[in-house]
């Protein structure tokens, strides 16, 4: 996948934007392709996903009002079809929409009205995050490993995760967030910090997308996951586990025993919530 941080005689980025506003679009458009970007654009629901079939972008603008159908179905039909960074745009600051959006396969999403220059930064961000979502580059024996905690399983080098048992259906960004608190379970993670390490993002304006994947993560793992420390940020907190399952009341890492997650999902299978 082509990214904005590579060399000029690369492939340019290829960007949909879904979006039914034609002075919206053009202005997108507009500065989208100052980037040097190639853009697509679609008006409606059916158009948007008949586009991102054809033209296989590298990433999609997508409101969330549009005729024919909403975009939140236009993003459940494309995930279902070939996953792809997904950044949403809504009209209305309403944290259910967001959460909603989320659980459907969105990865980022912004409320109108929004400056250009920032939703530019938010997807060159979200290009560079799915690039560094890729193989990691450790030792196999490393990314063999998966982390514990009490009843939570993370498989790092699956990108899968399983609670109590249960496979958990995460998009690429609520991954990363769980994995980022989980590599310091218990240490309280400022918003700032959460924003500069999952989403490689550091204007405070974008602290509200860190609490909404928060929220996210906790309708999808419990309430009892993630900790909030009022004013600072959050923790991962170590579940609880029955002794007689022979649970661990803390973070491990586990070579030596297999875990069983041949039942967890596949990395960014498309989630059912609404």
């Given at each position: 996948?082509?990214?904005?941080?590579?060399?000029?005689?690369?492939?340019?980025?290829?960007?949909?934007?879904?979006?039914?506003?034609?002075?919206?679009?053009?202005?997108?458009?507009?500065?989208?392709?100052?980037?040097?970007?190639?853009?697509?654009?679609?008006?409606?629901?059916?158009?948007?996903?008949?586009?991102?079939?054809?033209?296989?972008?590298?990433?999609?603008?997508?409101?969330?009002?549009?005729?024919?159908?909403?975009?939140?179905?236009v993003c459940r039909r494309i995930q279902a079809d070939e996953p792809v960074p997904v950044l949403m745009l809504t009209a209305r600051d309403d944290e259910t929409d967001?959460?909603?959006?989320l659980g459907v396969g969105a990865d980022d999403y912004m409320t109108k009205p929004f400056s250009m220059r920032e939703l530019a930064a938010r997807l060159k961000a979200?290009?560079?995050?799915?690039?560094?979502?890729?193989?990691?580059?450790?030792?196999?024996?490393?990314?063999?490993?998966?982390?514990?905690?009490?009843?939570?399983?993370?498989?790092?080098?699956?990108?899968?995760?399983?609670?109590?048992?249960?496979?958990?259906?995460?998009?690429?960004?609520?991954?990363?967030?769980?994995?980022?608190?989980?590599?310091?379970?218990?240490?309280?993670?400022?918003?700032?910090?959460?924003?500069?390490?999952?989403?490689?993002?550091?204007?405070?304006?974008?602290?509200?997308?860190?609490?909404?994947?928060?929220?996210?993560?906790?309708?999808?793992?419990?309430?009892?996951?993630?900790?909030?420390?009022?004013?600072?940020?959050?923790?991962?907190e170590i579940p609880e586990e029955d002794d007689s399952t022979g649970g661990v009341a803390g973070g491990r890492e586990s070579p030596d025993t297999p875990l069983d997650?041949?039942?967890?999902?596949?990395?960014?299978?498309?989630?059912?919530?609404?």
């Amino acid at each position: 996948m082509s990214t904005p941080d590579q060399a000029a005689s690369s492939p340019p980025v290829r960007v949909v934007v879904i979006e039914d506003e034609p002075t919206i679009t053009r202005a997108i458009a507009d500065r989208l392709t100052a980037e040097g970007w190639e853009v697509t654009t679609a008006l409606d629901g059916p158009s948007g996903v008949r586009t991102v079939a054809e033209v296989r972008p590298d990433v999609v603008v997508l409101d969330v009002m549009l005729p024919g159908f909403d975009g939140l179905e236009v993003c459940r039909r494309i995930q279902a079809d070939e996953p792809v960074p997904v950044l949403m745009l809504t009209a209305r600051d309403d944290e259910t929409d967001m959460l909603v959006g989320l659980g459907v396969g969105a990865d980022d999403y912004m409320t109108k009205p929004f400056s250009m220059r920032e939703l530019a930064a938010r997807l060159k961000a979200l290009l560079r995050r799915v690039r560094r979502a890729g193989p990691p580059a450790v030792a196999e024996s490393e990314q063999n490993v998966a982390m514990e905690f009490g009843d939570l399983v993370i498989d790092r080098a699956g990108r899968r995760v399983m609670r109590a048992g249960v496979p958990a259906h995460l998009t690429p960004t609520e991954f990363d967030l769980l994995l980022c608190l989980a590599n310091a379970p218990g240490t309280v993670l400022t918003r700032e910090q959460l924003l500069a390490d999952v989403w490689d993002w550091i204007d405070a304006t974008g602290t509200r997308t860190v609490d909404s994947h928060v929220k996210a993560l906790r309708r999808k793992l419990g309430a009892d996951l993630v900790r909030t420390v009022h004013g600072v940020g959050y923790a991962l907190e170590i579940p609880e586990e029955d002794d007689s399952t022979g649970g661990v009341a803390g973070g491990r890492e586990s070579p030596d025993t297999p875990l069983d997650i041949s039942s967890m999902p596949t990395p960014n299978e498309p989630t059912t919530d609404s």
